[in-house]
C-alpha cells in the first residue's frame, strides 16, 4: 500500500536511487552490528546489547522496509517487544552467538557447494556478471582456474570463521554455549576472547584476504575494468544477492554485466 502511494507521488524516489539507499545503508548496518556487539560484550551494557540485536534483525528486513512493506512495517512492534523480553532475560547475550556462527557458516556453504560436480565456482559466476569479455587477453582456462582456487579458498576461511566461533563460543564463560545449556566445559575462555575473535578477528580476516586477493589480481590480471577498491567492492555487494539467490538453484548463470 505505502509503496503504491510513493509510486503516485510526484516527489518519489526512482527505483534505483531506492535501491542504491537501501544497500548503503545496509552496508552501514553490516560494518555497524559487530562494533556494537562487541562494545555491549567488553562493557556489559544492556542497552548496547538491545541495539546489537536490533540490528541483526533489521538488516535482512532492511530491503522491505525501504520498499514500504506493510508486512515488515507492522512486525516491528512484536520486533520491539521481543527485544524488550530478550533484555530483560537470564541469557540476554545468547543471541548474540547466532550471526558469528550461521554467517560465515552459510556464505562456506553457499562457495563450497558451488565446487560441486556440474556447478559453477561463485568466483568465476561473480567474473561472468561483472567482467564479461576477454579478459585482457588472458587464456579462458586460466581464469577459470583461478575462479576455483579462489573460491576453494574463501570456502576454508569461511568454515575456519564458523568452526573457531562455535568452539569460542562453547567455552565461553559467564554465559556460553555450554555453560548456559547447564553443561561444564572441559576448560573456558573469556566472553570478552570469544567476542574478540567473532565481532572484530573474523570479519578482519575477510577483509584482509578481500584485500589482498584485489591487490593480486591487479598484478596477475592487469586489464581490470574496476577504477579502484572501492568501485570492485560496490560491484561485488550489488552481485553478491544474484549469487547468493544461484545457491538454491544450478549455481549456471549467464552473463549479464553488473552496472
Given amino acids: 500500500m505505502l509503496s503504491r502511494l510513493l509510486g503516485a507521488c510526484p516527489f518519489a524516489m526512482p527505483a534505483a536511487v531506492i535501491t542504491r539507499f537501501a544497500l548503503g545503508c545496509k552496508s552501514a548496518l553490516v560494518l555497524a552490528y559487530p562494533v556494537v556487539a562487541h562494545l555491549s560484550v567488553i562493557l556489559d551494557s544492556r542497552s548496547l546489547l538491545v541495539a546489537a540485536l536490533a540490528l541483526l534483525i533489521v538488516m535482512p528486513m532492511l ?16 520486533i520491539v517487544t521481543g527485544l524488550w523480553w530478550v533484555s530483560h532475560s537470564t541469557h540476554a547475550t545468547l543471541p548474540l552467538y547466532i550471526a558469528p556462527i550461521l554467517v560465515p557458516g552459510f ?3 553457499v562457495f563450497g ?23 585482457g587477453g588472458v587464456p579462458e582456462q586460466t581464469v577459470w582456474a583461478y575462479a576455483r582456487n579462489l573460491t576453494r579458498g574463501w ?4 568454515v575456519a570463521i564458523s568452526t573457531t566461533s562455535l568452539v569460542l ?7 556460553g554455549l555450554l555453560l548456559a545449556a547447564g553443561i561444564e566445559p572441559p576448560v573456558t575462555v573469556s566472553q570478552e576472547a570469544w567476542s574478540l575473535f567473532a565481532n572484530v578477528i573474523g570479519y578482519l580476516l575477510v577483509a584482509a584476504l578481500f584485500v589482498i586477493e584485489y591487490a593480486y589480481r591487479r598484478q596477475r590480471f592487469p586489464r581490470q575494468p574496476y577504477r579502484n577498491i572501492l568501485d570492485f ?10 549469487l547468493v539467490g544461484n545457491a538454491a538453484g544450478s549455481h549456471r548463470i549467464d552473463s549479464h554485466r553488473i552496472e
Avoid at 233 to 242: I, S
Wanted: aromatic share 4%; hydrophobic share 55%; net charge negative.
Fill in 113 to 135: 557447494s558451488s565446487l560441486l560436480a556440474g556447478q559453477t565456482p561463485v568466483i568465476e559466476q561473480m567474473i561472468r556478471l561483472m567482467e564479461p569479455g576477454d579478459h
Fill in 155 to 158: 570456502t576454508i576461511l569461511f
Fill in 233 to 242: 567492492l560496490l560491484r561485488v555487494l550489488a552481485a553478491m544477492p544474484r
Fill in 63 to 78: 530491503p522491505a522496509l525501504t520498499r514500504g512493506s506493510l508486512l515488515a512495517w507492522l512486525a516491528m512492534p512484536a
Fill in 169 to 175: 563460543g562453547l567455552l565461553a564463560e559467564p554465559d
Fill in 107 to 109: 556464505m562456506a556453504g
